[in-house]
T-cell receptor, first 112, second 112 residues
Framework: QQPVQSPQAVILREGEDAVINCSSS?????VHWYRQKHGEAPVFLMILLKGGEQKGHEKISASFNEKKQQSSLYLTASQLSYSGTYFCGTEIRGGSQGNLIFGKGTKLSVKP | DAEITQSPRHKITETGRQVTLACHQTWNHNNMFWYRQDLGHGLRLIHY???????NKGEVSDGYSVSRSNTEDLPLTLESAASSQTSVYFC???????????FGPGTRLTVT
């Protein structure tokens, strides 16, 4: 049931772009994205609720393909502050509201 | 300011002891969640509650219990601590009708 995130880790130079993918074997109601810096709590980035929906947060955006049960997080013109581990949390269709199953995370490192 | 707090932040205990981790939020959120985070596993849901007197098991609930006697608090109890329960524990909350979760700072528990 746990969604699969790819890649597991990525190293970027400042200004480069990255894509993080999240794929589930279950029909999804929503996909959530969180970022966690080392030693800190996860911080909410965005929720995608509708098939094909795309949302943005500064230079970070995401899409949700409901039919394929996949979501992608796009980081453009990366900044040092983007470093951290990104988690997708999936809410299964027909499940309890807000009951999330998280992927194992993607560690993003942005170098100067 | 409204917030979510966890205590203690660090705890070392011995195998077989009962341990209670506290979670307190001042947002008056109905929904509260407990996760554990281990390297290689991401965040896994232990228990959750949608309101006073309501508690539900998550995917890794064995050996844990919760009770909800008021809106603000959801303490997590390890009935008989085991070394496999060494982990970082995060509490989270969300308001009714919203899926955005706010995470507490975490409790690092070591069972020796």
């Amino acid at each position: 049931q746990q969604p699969v995130q790819s890649p597991q880790a990525v190293i970027l130079r400042e200004g480069e772009d990255a894509v993080i993918n999240c794929s589930s074997s279950k029909a999804l109601y929503s996909v959530h994205w969180y970022r966690q810096k080392h030693g800190e709590a996860p911080v909410f980035l965005m929720i995608l609720l509708k098939g094909g929906e795309q949302k943005g947060h500064e230079k970070i955006s995401a899409s949700f393909n409901e039919k394929k049960q996949q979501s992608s997080l796009y980081l453009t013109a990366s900044q040092l502050s983007y470093s951290g581990t990104y988690f997708c949390g999936t809410e299964i269709r027909g499940g309890s509201q807000g009951n999330l199953i998280f992927g194992k995370g993607t560690k993003l490192s942005v170098k100067p | 300011d409204a917030e979510i707090t966890q205590s203690p932040r660090h705890k070392i205990t011995e195998t077989g002891r009962q341990v209670t981790l506290a979670c307190h939020q001042t947002w008056n959120h109905n929904n509260m969640f407990w996760y554990r985070q281990d390297l290689g596993h991401g965040l896994r849901l232990i228990h959750y509650s949608y309101g006073v007197q309501d508690t539900n098991k998550g995917e890794v609930s064995d050996g844990y219990s919760v009770s909800r006697s008021n809106t603000e608090d959801l303490p997590l109890t390890l009935e008989s601590a085991a070394s496999s329960q060494t982990s970082v524990y995060f509490c989270a909350s969300s308001r009714q009708g919203s899926r955005r979760q706010y995470f507490g700072p975490g409790t690092r528990l070591t069972v020796t």
